[in-house]
């Protein structure tokens, strides 16, 4: 075996500070969760268990199997909007009858669960990850449809949620809908296109459009369980497969459901792995709290892997990239991680090759994020950094295995493209609570407007304040770090979660199992030119 050796000095003033400002950041990711975990906080969660009724995450609790994880995804959705934090919506992957599957369940307790524009960005990219991973997809349904004053942000594209179930269902990935309540107007089409829909006795209500909406549109006097109740859709429109007699039953019921899917998974459990060599808990000191500063992200890889076990790729060659093979429980995977920031002409030929090699042997990728962009200079690019840069880009575009991705540190740039961002389409992408994110560093950002704005007055003949340059370079670098923060980059969806780096190896091992209920298949040419 090539177990990685490790030279982190847990008795150092430098991993003290390191995981010190570690958890003062974990902290600050932890009061923002509890607002999701919140909901619509304690008035309206009493009402509604008053209601005898079971929060969204409760009902997800019994749905799943006991004593198995559930991986919830992007909690700090709609974070720094004016939308709850979590956006009115979980979603996750859990086991349910030893079948991974793909879960959502509106909160309605926040503004009875009533979608806003980034409670559809969520679902959709729920349903995204369905989609790649042939994740058997459940909803647990309680809304009343969507938040009205956003309308213009959510009646049009909001029709994709509509399309993705009947896309999931042709593709043969089964759909169940479990109704716990409210699904009107354009949301009673989610238990009208899933494949199986469970209703529960005088509390699901199904219908385009309610009493007082019929009433304006027809005169028709009707009531609630005429018009949508479960009983009329079990017994009179078909619309309800299975009648519930409460929430337990209707969970009961959607069990049953998974458990007759006859659903296997590609690929077999690759059976117990070993655990790496070192201890999970250091790595709340590896990453320095000033990005400037470089670390060794072997430390990282060395706790994260089984058996801390890693073949280095190239390991004398483009060395401010570490490329290997290792296994992460039980499950193959090629590694690419930035170690000192930068990326030269040979880390991008490097990664390109190392692609090409993981797509010929249909081994998943795991990229590790600790990068300031591609060099710049006159010197490199003369060296051809454009088009080196260019491959890596193109190769990480056109590569066909799943890929994973983490920010640990920084990710600036086009080097954020070339380790595979979120355009580049990471079947799962996380984030550290120290990491961020941006076109560069504030300090480069406001600097490089102050060049080109003195430049400009130069080129006028005006003179330059510098007082209100330097004022405007404040102002410019607040905004940029702001905007750079995981939370805040974690509000936009741009991730699937900010996790806490101890829980790194579980949440890439769920992952890697869920890829593998899909086929893994490499990319065996069709890469497009790469410029040499």
């Known amino acids: 075996m090539t177990v990685l050796p490790t030279a982190l000095d847990t008795n150092s003033p430098e991993y003290a500070a390191n995981r010190g400002s570690m958890a003062e950041k974990l902290a600050e990711l932890e009061t923002e969760h509890a607002k999701a975990l919140a ?37 700090l959705a709609a974070w720094g909007s004016d939308c709850a934090v979590g956006a009115s919506l979980v979603t996750g992957i859990g086991v349910v009858e030893g079948v991974e599957c793909l879960i959502t369940a509106n909160d309605p307790t926040v503004r009875g669960g009533a979608s806003n524009p980034w409670t559809l960005k969520k679902a959709l990219r729920a ?38 179930l009947t896309r999931l269902s042709a593709a043969g990935i089964p759909t169940v809908a479990v109704v716990f309540g409210n699904s009107t107007a354009g949301g009673a089409y989610v238990p009208g296109m899933s494949d199986h829909t469970v209703m529960i006795k005088e509390q ?7 009493p007082p909406l019929v009433k304006m549109a027809t005169g028709e006097e009707s009531d609630d369980e005429s018009l949508g109740g479960a009983e009329m859709h079990a017994r009179t429109s078909g619309l309800a497969d299975h009648f519930a007699v409460d929430e ?18 590609a690929h077999t459990d690759p059976g117990p792995a070993e655990p790496p060599k070192y201890d999970e808990d250091e790595l709340l000191g590896i990453v320095p709290g000033d990005l400037k500063a470089p670390f060794d992200p072997r430390e990282v890889i060395a706790r994260l892997v089984d058996g801390s076990d890693f073949d280095t790729f190239k390991p004398l060659y483009g060395p401010s990239l570490v490329t290997g093979w290792a296994r992460l429980h039980g499950y193959p995977v090629g590694i690419l991680a930035n170690a000192q920031g930068v990326l030269f002409s040979e880390e991008s030929q490097k990664a390109a090759q190392f692609i090409q090699l993981a797509n010929q042997r249909d081994i998943p990728l795991l990229f590790l994020h600790n990068t300031t962009g ?41 080097g954020h493209y070339g380790m595979c961002g979120r355009a580049y389409d990471p079947r799962f992408l996380f984030a550290w609570p120290s990491s961020k994110s ?7 950002l406001a600097g490089v407007l102050s060049i080109v704005a003195r430049a400009s007055a130069a080129a006028k003949g005006q003179p330059y304040d510098d007082e209100a340059d330097a004022g405007l370079r404040a102002l410019v670098e607040q905004q940029i770090e702001a905007e750079s923060l995981p939370m805040f980059l974690s509000g936009r ?7 806490d780096p101890r829980d ?13 209920t899909a086929p893994v298949e490499g990319a065996r040419g069709g890469f497009g030119v790469f410029r040499m």
């Not at 009402?47 to 994880?69: C, F, Q, S």
């Not at 051809?384 to 990710?411: D, E, R, W």
């Not at 941006?438 to 480069?444: K, T």
């Not at 969806?493 to 996790?499: E, P, R, S, T």
Request: net charge positive; with cysteine; aromatic share 6%.
């Open 39 to 75: 909901g619509g906080g304690e008035k309206y969660v009493t009402r509604h268990r008053g209601r005898g009724k079971l929060p969204a995450r409760e009902r997800i609790e019994l749905l799943v199997d006991p004593d198995t994880p559930f991986l919830e995804l992007s909690p």
């Open 204 to 210: 699901s209500k199904v219908f385009l459009g309610g």
């Open 493 to 499: 969806l741009y991730d699937d979660g900010v996790i």
């Open 504 to 516: 790194t190896r579980t949440v890439l091992g769920m992952c890697l199992s869920a890829i593998h």
């Open 438 to 444: 941006a076109v560069m560093g504030p300090q480069q």
């Open 127 to 164: 349903n995204e990850i369905a989609f790649a991973n042939r994740l058997p997809v459940i909803s647990l349904v309680e809304s009343g449809g969507a938040d009205l004053p956003s309308q213009k942000e959510i009646f049009i594209p909001g029709g994709a949620l509509f399309r993705d």
């Open 374 to 414: 591609y060099m710049v200079g006159k010197e490199y690019e003369q060296g051809g950094i454009i088009k080196h840069g260019a491959m890596m880009i193109n190769a990480v575009a056109n590569s066909k295995v799943p890929h994973l991705s983490v920010l640990m540190g920084a990710s600036y740039g086009a």
């Open 248 to 265: 337990h039953d209707a969970i009961r019921q959607a069990r049953r459901i998974v458990a007759r899917l006859n659903w296997r998974k």
